[in-house]
């Protein structure tokens, strides 16, 4: 049976060691398009003399964590079939410019969507000395593998998007954005085999969806929350649409209880790239 959910809940996983330093956040940060202008606030994202840590990072270990859990015991499938679709972080604590971590990682669900199973792996992120940094949703959809017989996944409501945004900007991406993002870690070939795209169903190389959900991330720390990566306490999109290298996303946002709703679209095509968006501060 290619997916069975209680074979792939119940599977522990050994914790991944992992660690980090200012050349490494650097290179994440040039992967979201960091580092366009020399303006103080955008140096500081790419300077190691007064670096500034996006909370995103933190999908960088947290991945190499879950990373043999994407498809271990019970989640057999082509990984051609695999899209990311939605991702959810907490942060428990700012990310320091250099450290050595654990983390714990876990598959806490698999759900029947009826067309897809959805797998949701966990990674919680720790210092060497115990201090939680992150906890980290990684939620992916493989196509043409649901009717197993699972659980459904509970239905989101979407954050509430009333009247004007607070935000209205347009972000261009990088055509070789890919080719950079793809060095922080995630070297599928979707993103840089035009062949390999097109057997996945894309007519090119598409952008990784941690990458549009980071860019979507720094442009409301850029310009609603002073610069301060350290204001955001939690963030959760889907990624509902793929972007190519090279297009522009318009970013949206609406002030809210919990902090901001979120969404991006891809500009010229008409289609959400970034859906479901809560930015927590």
């Known amino acids: 049976m290619p997916i069975d959910p209680d074979l792939a809940t119940s599977t522990v996983y050994p914790d ?9 956040i650097i290179l994440y940060h040039l992967g979201l398009g960091a580092g366009a202008s020399v303006e103080p606030g ?3 994202y790419v300077s190691e003399r007064k670096l500034k840590v996006l909370p995103t990072f933190s999908v960088i270990p947290g991945f190499e964590g879950v990373r043999p859990a994407v498809q271990g015991p019970g989640l057999d499938y082509r990984l051609a079939r695999m899209l990311h679709g939605e991702q959810e972080l907490v942060v428990h604590a700012p990310l320091p410019v250099r450290a050595e971590v654990v ?12 067309s897809a199973a959805l797998a949701v792996l966990k990674a919680e992120t720790s210092t060497v000395d115990g201090t939680l940094l992150c906890t980290n949703w990684f ?14 996944p509970a239905r989101v409501t979407p954050p509430a998007t009333v009247g004007p945004p607070d935000l209205d900007i347009e972000v261009q991406t990088l055509p070789q954005q890919a080719a950079i993002y793809r060095l922080s870690g995630d070297r599928n070939p979707l993103h840089l085999d035009p062949g390999f795209a097109r057997r996945a169903g894309f007519d090119r190389p598409i952008l ?4 549009t959900w980071g860019v979507a991330c720094k442009a ?17 999109a889907r990624m509902a649409a793929p972007v190519f290298p090279g297009e522009a996303l318009r970013i949206q946002a609406w002030k809210s209880d919990l902090g901001y709703s979120v969404r991006a679209d891809v500009v010229g095509r008409e289609v959400a790239a970034i859906t479901n968006g809560q930015l927590t501060v």
């Open 220 to 236: 409301i720390v850029d310009h609603l929350l002073d610069g301060s990566p350290g204001a955001v306490r939690g963030w959760r």
């Open 16 to 24: 991944g060691v992992d660690a980090w330093d200012e050349d490494r």
């Open 139 to 152: 939620k992916l959809f493989v196509r043409g593998e649901g009717g197993f017989g699972g659980d459904a």
């Open 103 to 114: 983390t714990h990682p876990s598959v806490e669900a698999v759900y029947d969507t009826g």
């Open 42 to 44: 955008e140096v500081a």
């Open 208 to 211: 990784h969806g941690l990458c």
